[in-house]
């Protein structure tokens, strides 16, 4: 999306410099043409002469339909070309631009409902012509210093393009431009992405975008809005990529968009700035005229909800936030997806509001559809190739951070799992990777992930054959959860990946404790599912309430507050560890980014490393019956490989989870002074990391780490369809399973991040050094077995291991590396040269040859 972005704004400078170049040489091309005819297209310094014969807008328009709207629009009745009226008062008017994907394919970045945000463009009269201009919302100058006269400096407004005024009514103060031009392209937005870098040219791309097939699908015109589905096309003669089965033609494949134009807001609407300790969408404002060390004004985005009762502590809003669920729903959800919407007045009445969501049921004969901007739509299909469970775009008035609109979809693909049999072989899949700019805030893999969830839950219950009711119950709590967090991101509401560890393990297997609450401080989380070892302490499996992080959050957002004080004694109850705040740029995914191991997705619990290893052992448990629980007479093996599969993921994020707390620093964001505060960092006890290393040396790394029950990988085995038997050989790869398991830890371990952390830290209190760590480290990988036979797992591990130790001191990275992690590198390889002395078995002494001869070559190449 930075990229795109990027090339958003290279595209919009090409136009404006095109703009700049071409019309100066069509301005002459024409006069050539014309020869001694008046001139049509005005040179910039030139006053407009008057016209002696000036057309009409009524003869341009007389064979088109006229279509009524905040822009009123003309189509030919023939040809179907547009033309466009603008008014007088129009003109540098400020409008917003919003662009949503109708229909698309998942290969071009384009599908259903995907949001292509919001920008303010003004429009302007220049001599005679109309201009669409973008306008820039990132900064804010203070009217009342003298810096605001110099605030366009170095600003660039995008000209997306510049129109001829065919006729105008002067009496009426009208317009008449032809919109094929503003419409059929990519003006306001960019629709094709652009080829990345190190894209593959076998990757699918897009043709040309083809100017005689692209059209206009549909018009609607509103008094505040203009909307206009574009069905782009894009040809290519030949590709080498064809796509999925969902694209039929690669040749030609068509995008559609609708586009918005709205009228900008005049309203009461009260702007919200953001605070570091709630996590909303925002939209950035610097203050160019402030000297703060944090001359932030971003925008939170929020729905303008204004008391019907203004003296009332709670009060029905004047207009509520009004859901609808799209007829395409499934009978047999819908009251289910309600009750989940509605979960979060509870919320708005801590804010004092009632009743502050509405759930309707779009009827089959509604003569709108969900892409109607003026619905907000709970919308569900079933797609070829499915972007996601669920996802939650919301668009807003960039001026204000004002949400104008929402809407949330679902795929069915949440609940059949369809795609989830092929991708949980695929080990280095990594379908959690994040984008970290700030125009992807908006990304949500919930419904992939509780999809994954949910596949596990289903094995456990199937393997220790709990009834069906479970079944049920884990479809329910999910549907409930899953609309409960897409729902929270249409409120302004991003991601709190901090807010798994309400409950310790024992209370998380007290059904009657839990039962009807929210699992997590937030459902703006990604958790692991609450599945009990003993099964008759099975409560519920997710959230069933949004929890108190969610209220407190919809506090800040939306209670209409008195006094700044008011809400800054809000804010500074952000020390209550159940409202604590971390969001997917804190989270400890990936090791680039989170330092605070309490801040990670798949985690669970206020004990995480403690839950980790119990649920190693229920996975191990679930593994020992699947052979005989999960699989159906007459039916092929999938749904049994499938569940392999499943566990051994379940079993790797155990290992990720743990391994994030060995050199994992506790981070505060709470204000100086603030009451409940400390101090921002503080390291992870000696104990926990220990405990850490020690479950990593036990559960990932020992020789009997991963052992499936005996027979097993005779039968894991996939369904063939048709001629395929999917891709590459088909067997199912187990040492490559299980090293990448082991690599998951591993990289993170020895990512020179952590590395440089756990010696830095040690100056603040960090007291597992890294000597020790390395060393710890180490031992776990060799010390069982180096002595004697080796197995084929450990071989994989040993020498992976090794080789990255040689990466570290002289590979392509190393100069990322601190001077000290390098030193333990040379010391640990020398260590690992002495202990490898060939003994054991035949594969055991090659295995150890091997080890010796890689360090060998390497310790010669260290300088
Ligand atoms: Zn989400």
């Known amino acids: 999306m930075k990229h795109q972005k990027l090339s958003a ?3 919009l400078s090409v136009v404006f410099l095109m703009t700049l170049f071409l019309t100066p040489l069509n301005a002459e091309a024409q006069k050539k043409k014309r020869g001694k005819k008046k001139d049509q297209v005005e040179a910039p310094a030139k006053p407009a002469p008057k016209k002696s014969k000036e057309k009409k807008i009524s003869d341009l328009v007389k064979s088109s339909k006229k279509i009524e709207g905040l822009f009123t629009m003309y189509q030919d009745t023939v040809t179907g070309s547009l033309q466009m009226l603008i008014s007088e008062d129009q003109i540098d008017k400020e409008f917003i631009h919003f662009n949503q994907v109708a229909d698309g394919v998942l290969e071009a970045g384009r599908f259903r409902g995907a949001y292509g945000g919001s920008k303010v463009f003004k429009i302007e009269k220049y001599f005679n012509k109309i201009e669409f201009v973008t306008q820039n919302t990132s900064f804010y100058f203070d009217p009342e210093n003298p ?12 000209i997306m393009e510049s129109v001829k005024i065919e006729a105008q009514d002067e009496n009426k103060g009208l317009y008449l431009i032809k919109a094929d031009g503003l419409f059929l392209s990519e003006t306001f937005s960019q629709i094709k992405p652009p080829r990345s870098p190190g894209q593959s040219p076998m990757a699918f791309k897009l043709g040309n975008l083809s100017k005689t097939k692209t059209k206009v699908n549909s018009i609607r015109n509103y008094d505040k809005n203009t909307n206009l589905v574009v069905e782009y096309v894009y040809s290519s003669p030949s590709v080498l990529n064809r796509g999925s089965n969902a694209v039929t033609d690669g040749r030609n494949v068509s995008i559609k968009v609708l586009h918005s134009l709205i009228e900008m807001p005049d309203n009461d609407y009260e702007i919200r700035y953001d605070d570091p300790r709630v996590g909303y969408f925002t939209t950035q404002v610097t203050d160019q005229t402030s000297t703060s060390a944090t001359p932030y004004r971003d925008l939170v985005h929020r729905w303008n909800l204004k008391k019907k009762d203004p003296n009332a502590a709670i009060s029905e809003p004047v207009k509520p936030i009004t859901w609808w669920i799209e007829n395409t729903t499934p009978m047999e959800w819908r009251k289910t997806i309600k009750n989940a919407v509605l979960q979060w007045n509870v919320a708005f009445e801590k804010a004092g509001f009632k009743n502050a969501m509405v759930v309707k049921t779009q009827p089959d004969d509604a003569d709108w559809d969900a892409g109607d901007i003026r619905y907000n739509v709970l919308r569900w299909t079933s797609s070829p190739r499915p972007p996601f469970g669920g996802y939650g775009p919301s668009f807003v008035n960039p001026k204000t951070g004002q949400i104008l609109g929402a809407d949330v979809m679902l795929e069915f693909v949440h609940f059949s799992g369809r795609v989830l049999v092929g991708k949980v072989f695929d080990a280095d899949i990594n379908e959690e990777a994040f ?7 908006m990304r949500c893999s919930a419904g992939y992930l509780m999809a994954k969830n949910t596949l596990f839950g289903q094995a456990v219950v199937r393997a220790f054959e709990d009834s069906d009711l479970e079944l049920e119950k884990i479809l329910h709590d999910n549907m409930m959860r899953l609309i409960m967090h897409e729902v929270g991101h249409t409120l302004g509401l991003n991601h709190n990946m901090r807010g798994s560890q309400l409950f310790s393990p024992e209370e998380l297997s007290n059904p009657e404790l839990i039962k009807g609450k929210s699992l997590s401080t937030s459902v703006m989380e990604y958790p692991a599912i609450n599945i009990t070892r003993d099964r008759s302490k099975q409560g519920i499996y997710y959230d069933n309430a949004v929890g108190p992080y969610d209220e407190w959050a919809i506090e800040f957002g939306y209670k209409d507050f008195s006094s700044e004080a008011e809400k800054q004694e809000l804010l500074n109850k952000s020390a209550q560890p159940k409202l604590a705040f971390g969001n997917d740029a804190d989270d400890m995914r990936s090791s680039n980014r989170g330092i ?38 007459g039916k092929s093996y999938q749904e049994l490989t499938r569940a392999y599969g499943i566990l051994q993921r379940e079993y790797r994020n155990s290992g990720t989870t743990m391994s994030r707390y060995i050199g994992g620093v506790y981070v505060d964001r709470t ?26 040396r036990k559960y990932i790394f020992s020789p009997n780490a991963f052992e499936a029950p005996k027979g097993l990988y005779n039968y894991l085995a996939r369904q063939r369809r048709g001629f395929n038997l999917g891709a590459g050989p088909e067997d199912p790869k187990i040492h490559n399973l299980v090293l990448s398991s082991q690599q998951s830890v591993l990289n993170h371990l020895l990512h020179p991040n952590t590395l440089q952390r756990i010696t830095d830290s040690e100056l603040y209190g960090n007291k597992y050094k890294l000597s020790t760590v390395m060393n710890d480290l180490n031992n776990a990988i060799f010390r069982a077995d180096i002595y004697g036979n080796v197995n084929s797992f450990r071989q994989n591990l040993q020498l992976e291991y090794t080789n990255k130790l040689i990466e570290m001191l002289i590979g392509k990275s190393s100069s990322r ?33 091997h080890l010796r001869t890689l360090i060998d070559n390497a310790l010669k190449e260290v300088k």
């Open 435 to 441: 984008d970290f700019s700030n125009e992807n805030q």
């Open 9 to 11: 704004l290279k595209f």
């Open 817 to 849: 590396y601190i001077n000290n992690a390098k030193s333990m590198a040379l010391y640990n390889l020398k260590k690992i040269r002495t202990m490898a002395s060939p003994s054991g078995n035949i594969a055991s002494i090659a295995h150890k040859q």
């Open 671 to 696: 204000m100086a002074g603030q009451e409940g505060g400390t101090q921002p960092y503080t390291p992870v006890s000696l104990e926990d990391q220990k405990r850490a290393m020690n479950g990593l």
């Open 596 to 633: 605070d191991p309490r801040v990670n997705i798949y985690d669970l619990s206020n004990d995480a490393i403690g839950y980790a290893i119990d649920r190693i052992h229920l996975v191990n448990e679930t593994m020992e019956n699947i052979k005989t629980k999960l699989v159906t007479e």
């Open 147 to 158: 810096l605001s006269k110099s605030k366009d400096a170095n600003i660039s407004n995008g």
